[in-house]
């Protein structure tokens, strides 16, 4: 037979599978023409790739279904990293969030607590400061100012300020002749004063004592006491 009648098989290309148990190592394909025989040293190399059409039929779903499993499983782990990964951002967040809500309350804890101090101190500073200034026979408005500032907190001073000249103008012996409200903060019934000092009624530094300690147990503080006067016109 002559070797110019030898005819190479063309394989028909499917996709090339990856399998544990259907991959083969070919060595070579011989491709034989009708009636003819091929020489073992008549052969020629080809690549070593296995097939899909040189599979047997019945083990071609097997590896088709095992490629289709490990691009599942490919599919899988990618997705599990990508929900790790927004777990683990999610949780960086929340954590930030809540680090920042906890700064965020100490600060006004902090701040609470400071200005409780400052009261308790203007309190006690009023106590005192009430019965050290000099009895006189009358006050201007200007004697009667100086003496507010010294007992309450340079903070609280204008919002306190702000009640007295509405209720009073500054006058310490104003009377309401309809009500009987009297002083600086008009207090009614007037003997309320009375808690802070016998001579309520001559003395505007037992009057202030009272009106600050009024504002502050009521209120919290003289400006808070300011906020709820301006949106009622009382306090």
Request: proline share 3%; hydrophobic share 45%; net charge neutral.
């Amino acid at each position: 037979m002559l070797e110019g009648n030898r005819v190479s098989r063309i394989s028909v290309r499917g996709f090339a599978v990856a399998s544990a148990t259907a991959v083969t190592a070919v060595g070579s394909v011989v491709g034989v023409a009708s009636g003819s025989t091929a020489q073992p040293n008549d052969t020629e190399a080809t690549a070593d790739v296995t097939l899909l059409a040189d599979i047997p039929a019945g083990e071609q779903a097997q590896v088709q279904t095992a490629s289709l499993t490990q691009q599942a499983d490919a599919q899988a782990i990618a997705a599990d990293a990508s929900a790790k990964k927004d777990a683990e951002e999610a949780a960086r967040k929340a954590a930030a969030e809540t680090a920042f809500a906890k700064k965020a309350e100490a600060e006004k804890a902090a701040k609470e607590a400071k200005e409780r101090e400052e009261l308790a101190k203007a309190a006690s500073r009023s106590a005192r400061d009430a019965s050290s200034f000099p009895v006189q026979s009358s006050y201007t408005v200007a004697q009667i100012q100086a003496m507010a500032r010294q007992m309450v907190p340079a903070g609280q001073f204008q919002c306190f300020s702000n009640i007295v000249s509405h209720e009073s103008g500054w006058n310490y012996r104003a009377v309401n002749a309809s009500s009987g409200a009297y002083g600086l903060f008009q207090a009614l019934p007037a003997g309320k004063y009375a808690s802070a000092g016998a001579d309520w009624q001559t003395n505007p530094a037992t009057q202030i004592k009272w009106g600050l300690n009024y504002m502050n147990s009521r209120y919290g503080s003289p400006c808070a006491a300011w906020d709820f006067w301006a949106a009622n016109h009382w306090y």
